[in-house]
């Protein structure tokens, strides 16, 4: 079992900057990816950003220029740092990791953080 714990999000101005961060805990593989996704109301949750254990890297077309994604390996924790902010990136964000082996893969979910973006 593993448990992801976030932190950060809140509220920002148009143009502005969030962070946000999740640290894992519990029995992860040497194979896994982790990041984030987010869900606005009334539509469906979408990818945001993920790494991979070697470090390579996923955005969506619309954070790609804006978001960054890394890692701290030490402290099994994903960091994304968000910029230049836009009102429609208010949703919900959601931390993710899969996790596999041979025979078998794992996703967990955490609980979800508010992000609100508005003057």
């Known amino acids: 079992q593993v448990q992801l714990v976030e932190s950060g999000g809140g509220l920002a101005q148009p143009g502005g900057s969030l962070s946000l961060s999740c640290a894992a805990s519990?029995?992860?593989?040497?194979?896994?990816?982790m990041g984030w996704f987010r869900q606005a109301p009334g539509e469906q949750r979408e990818l945001v950003a993920t790494?991979?254990?070697?470090?390579?890297?996923n955005f969506a077309d619309s954070v790609k220029v804006r978001f960054s994604i890394y890692k701290d390996s030490t402290k099994s924790t994903v960091y994304l740092k968000m910029n230049n902010l836009k009102t429609e990136d208010t949703a919900v964000y959601y931390c993710?990791?899969?996790?596999?082996?041979?025979?078998?893969?794992?996703?967990?979910w955490g609980q979800g953080t508010q992000v609100t973006v508005s003057s």
């Open positions: 993710y990791l899969k996790t596999w082996r041979v025979t078998a893969q794992y996703d967990y």
């Open positions: 519990g029995n992860i593989f040497s194979g896994y990816v």
């Open positions: 790494i991979t254990n070697s470090g390579s890297t």
